[in-house]
Nanobody
């Protein structure tokens, strides 16, 4: 069974930084896109950032210049470095991965979520 385990959330003051990690484990052939989404109370889950298997990245406009997504393919891990955090960044952050378990089937796996709270 493949699972994603997130870590690194917490409480931080506005202007501070946090680094989220998400490690995939289980029977994995390889991982294609990996990304981070977030969901604030009463709102839909939105894309924050995504990184392809080849390392191309894409960001939500609201986090461009402040957040950096990266991945370590050898460790099946994706990171989200967050700087200059704002109260509006407060949300549950979810890791997402498109994983090839049995080629050519791709399974979309979600992590359990980690809370990020930014105080003003």
């Amino acid at each position: 069974q493949v699972q994603l385990v997130e870590s690194g959330g917490g409480l931080v003051q506005a202007g501070g930084s946090l680094r989220l990690s998400c490690a995939a484990s289980g029977s994995i052939s390889y991982i294609r896109d990996m990304g981070w989404y977030r969901q604030a109370p009463g709102k839909q889950r939105d894309l924050v950032a995504i990184v392809t298997e080849g390392g191309r990245t894409n960001y939500a406009d609201s986090v461009k210049g402040r957040f950096t997504i990266s991945r370590d393919n050898a460790k099946n891990t994706v990171y989200l470095q967050m700087h200059s955090l704002k109260p509006d960044d407060t949300a549950v952050y979810y890791c997402n991965a498109h994983i090839v378990i049995n080629f050519p089937t791709i399974e979309i796996i979600w992590g359990q979520g980690t809370q990020v709270t930014v105080s003003s």
